[in-house]
C-alpha cells in the first residue's frame, strides 16, 4: 500500500491559521472516512476530526470551532484548516483513515505554535 502524504506544517504564531494537506491513494481515499490525528510531544496520538465520503466532519473539543476538514474525492486529498491556533495545538500531524490503519502512516507535518 501507499503510504499518505502530509504536508502544509510550520512555524506559526499565536491566532495564526495554517492549512495541511493530506494525499492519500484512492483506493483507500475513495471508500474509507479520513481523519487526522496529531501526536504532541511526550503524549499519545490523538483523533483531530474525522470526514466521511461524504463530506460531514466531526471534530474532537480540544479543537471545535477552531479547525475545519474537507475531501475532494475526484483529487484523492483532505484539507485541515486550522485558525487560532494556540500553543498546545504544537504537534506532528498526521492523517490517516478512521479508524487508523487501512493506510500505512505517513511521516507526518510538524505544526509549531510559538511566539
Known amino acids: 500500500q501507499v503510504p499518505v502524504v502530509e504536508s502544509g506544517g510550520g512555524l506559526v504564531q499565536p491566532g495564526g491559521s495554517l492549512r495541511l494537506s493530506c494525499a492519500a491513494s484512492s483506493d483507500v481515499f475513495r471508500i474509507y472516512y479520513m481523519a487526522w490525528y496529531r501526536q504532541a510531544p511526550g503524549k499519545e496520538r490523538e483523533l483531530v476530526g474525522r470526514?466521511?465520503?461524504?463530506?460531514?466532519?466531526h471534530y474532537g473539543d480540544s479543537v471545535k470551532g477552531r479547525v475545519s476538514i474537507s475531501r475532494d474525492n475526484t483529487a484523492n486529498t483532505m484539507w485541515l484548516q486550522m485558525n487560532n491556533l494556540i500553543p498546545e495545538d504544537t504537534a506532528v500531524y498526521y492523517c490517516?483513515?478512521?479508524?487508523?490503519?487501512?493506510?500505512?502512516w505517513g511521516p507526518g507535518t510538524q505544526v509549531t505554535v510559538s511566539s
Open positions: 490517516n483513515t478512521f479508524p487508523a490503519g487501512s493506510s500505512p
Open positions: 470526514i466521511n465520503v461524504g463530506g460531514t466532519a
